[in-house]
């Protein structure tokens, strides 16, 4: 047996910020995590979701402040101080470094090296919309709609006007000669969270996040059919196929019809019985893990809707892995918590050939469900409260936990679902 230990001591704490996703009536204020919604530095590399949570923060807390006189700056969420001006307010969103203690303007925002010209269809959310002549900035937020005509973003416009969260016309911006522009600094992965969940009724749930905000992009969209037995474990192979055992041992593979505006799947196509897994997960290259008991089991899946046929090699990998929560992070690597709350990731090789790596050593018991779509994207589910938060791993196959950071509060309630997992490979 070849087993590798390793162990960094960084732990993350904090609290974040919260929205409500409407599943149900309850609504928490502010909930605690094991994260922290704002982990950048002044300058340094910042996720796409933190500027968003910082430009949302500042409008949401400030009113008429509009100024472009340095001595009027105000604390940003993070405690430094930005001229509340448009392009002090890209700055604080940005958190860039001040330059002999002034903020950059229209003029100098793009003369420092770390930022990059992307046209305006290519605009992702956190990157800016700049009018260089006419002196004006913007913060991207998104699109309204997949037409790319019209646009949501935040700015600070004029003095005796509040900042404000607004719908601006593309063609406008481009008539006035405006471009976009992106900050090197930005990290983070792109694409998409599908995530399938079933409700203790036995319902099915479907919601898409977007990994690069951390906010919802679809749902929740509940099914009024129900499975028609109780889930135990689930697992999605993918954008229409999940396999869930249930609490007497059967393994169904479910067909999804359609997530769009409702969520309609076929019968449950039963498997087979002997599947007393407490956790299941696939890694998108084939392999299906199951824990049962401690012991860690992985099967070759060989279709994508597979029949019993289709799942072979039975491979007992070892005992000893008493997880509370497992997703899988990319091919043969896994992430799990522990009742004790450390954060664990596994490389898997083969029977008894594996290294267990401890990302965070505490906190993590709070969570009862994690999803990891790809791209070192993951999230965590609270069953107290039922919130859903998202952390970001850059280097998710470097067993350290040292660039692993929080990066905001999906939703601070309203996840009411028992189980939940999500497509593997849709981020990158």
């Not at 340094?44 to 402040?65: F, H, K, M, P, V």
């Not at 799942?311 to 690597?333: C, E, H, K, Q, V």
């Not at 906190?363 to 938060?389: C, E, K």
Request: contains cysteine.
């Amino acid at each position: 047996m070849r087993i590798s230990l390793r162990r960094p001591v960084t732990v993350l704490t904090g609290a974040l910020t919260a929205s409500v996703l409407g599943l149900t009536a309850a609504v928490v204020s502010e909930v605690a995590a094991p994260s922290t919604a704002y982990a950048s530095s002044v300058g340094g590399a910042i996720s796409r979701a933190e500027i968003l949570n910082r430009a949302e923060w500042w409008i949401d807390t400030y009113g008429a402040i509009y100024s472009q006189d340095q001595a009027d700056a105000k604390a940003s969420v993070t405690g430094e101080k930005y001229r509340p001006d448009c392009s002090g307010f890209v700055s604080m969103a940005w958190r860039l470094p001040k330059d002999g203690g002034w903020d950059r303007n229209t003029r100098n925002l793009t003369s420092y090296g770390d930022t990059a010209g992307v046209s305006l269809d290519d605009l992702k959310p956190g990157d800016a919309i700049l009018d260089s002549v006419d002196g004006h900035v913007a913060l991207f937020h998104k699109w309204t709609d997949s037409s790319k005509t019209n646009m949501w973003v935040y700015e600070e416009y004029s003095t005796g006007d509040a900042g404000r969260h607004v719908v601006k016309s593309k063609s406008a911006y481009a008539d006035s000669g405006y471009r976009g522009i992106s900050y090197d600094e930005v990290v983070g992965s792109t694409g998409s969270a599908s995530v399938y969940g079933t409700m203790s009724d036995g319902r099915l749930t479907y919601t898409r996040i977007d990994t690069e905000t951390g906010r919802r992009s679809h749902g929740a969209v509940v099914s009024t059919a129900k499975l028609g037995f109780t889930p135990k474990a689930m697992a999605t192979l993918n954008f229409n196929t999940v396999l869930v055992t249930s609490t007497a041992g059967q393994l169904y593979r479910v067909d999804v019809i359609t997530n769009n505006d409702s969520l309609r799947f076929e019968t449950p196509v039963h498997l087979g019985g002997g599947w007393t897994h407490d956790l299941l997960t696939y890694d998108g290259s084939g392999h299906l893990y199951g824990i049962a008991d401690g012991t860690l089991r992985r099967y070759t899946i060989g279709a994508a809707k597979p029949n019993a046929s289709h799942i072979t090699g039975n491979t007992m990998i070892d005992t000893g892995f008493a997880l509370r929560t497992l997703t899988s992070t990319g091919p043969d690597w896994l992430l799990g918590t522990t009742s004790a709350g450390e954060l664990l990731s596994y490389r898997i090789r083969g029977a008894g050939d594996w290294s267990r790596y401890e990302l965070r050593s505490s906190t993590w018991q709070t969570m009862d469900n994690l999803i990891a779509p790809g791209g070192g994207a993951f999230y965590g589910h609270r069953a107290d409260g039922g919130s859903v938060h998202a952390y970001l791993d850059t280097l998710p196959d470097n067993g350290s936990g040292a660039d692993l950071t929080g990066t905001g509060t999906v939703d601070a309630s309203g996840w009411t679902q028992t189980l939940l997992s999500a497509q593997p490979r849709t981020a990158q």
